[in-house]
């Protein structure tokens, strides 16, 4: 379908294959977070090396400044917040007519796998991925492995969420890196994989080394946040993970470009 090719080559690069995709959905369940305080100006700040920004319908509305190039990957999925209960208890927060009137290029849905409502999440994202496939809309599905942090970066769950949740019909997925075996992860898995960064991650050095470890191994890019804009040098490091995606930078050269 020419509609959804088109909403893709949006979002994932169509002369490198890649994609470098800026989460700034987190202030649906961490509200004002540091980092993202003021949407608007992390946005214009870091937009300039992203293909697409993973963004709540409000955020969108209010905080985002159309340019005609940067992808859109709408959030419609969510419900609980830190204040609140089960953070996998999600439901549906945006119509597919909704993200369509906004000029979304995608949309994304979380799943719960080994989950209390790892049912819920799966079928919510089958029910979604049937409408989005009506209008040529592509569906990003983000997992999430167990209540055990292990389990998060475990080839074995990994390899299980992300085929399942092709399975059910998405179109990307953003998942975790594992150190073992992700080579097997992407084998297993029909459609692109695109990695999450999670929580802070300890040094700029071992964000470089997962995201070129996990090109090297398959990976189509990555849908990160956190790692990118709480960084002290924000543009330095986005600036760092487009070379590495788009221009074959190693972690050296990541490093020299962050030093810029």
Known sequence: MIGKKNRLARIINPKTKRSLILAMDHGMVLGPTKGIENPKETIEL?????????????????????????????????????????????????????????????????????????????????????????????????????????????????????????????????????ETKFDEVVACCPVPILIAGGPHLDSDEQVFKIVHESIQKGAAGIAMGRNIWQNNNAVGMIKALHGIIHKGYSVEDAIQEYKK
């Open 46 to 178: 870091l937009k300039e090396w992203s293909d697409a920004l993973i963004i709540n319908k409000g955020i969108l509305s209010t905080s985002y400044i159309p340019d005609g190039q940067t992808g859109i990957v709408l959030r419609i999925s969510g419900g609980p917040t830190i204040a609140g209960g089960d953070l996998s208890q999600e439901g549906i927060t945006t119509s597919i007519e909704e993200a369509l009137r906004v000029s979304a290029d995608a949309v994304i849905v979380n799943v719960y796998v080994g989950f209390e409502t790892e049912r819920s999440t799966l079928l919510m994202l089958s029910k979604i991925a049937d409408e989005c496939h009506k209008y040529g809309l592509p569906l990003v599905g983000s997992t999430a492995v167990g209540k055990d942090k292990e389990k998060s970066f475990d080839p074995k769950y990994i390899k299980l969420s992300t085929r399942v949740v092709a399975e059910f019909g998405a179109d990307l997925i953003k998942t975790y890196y594992t």
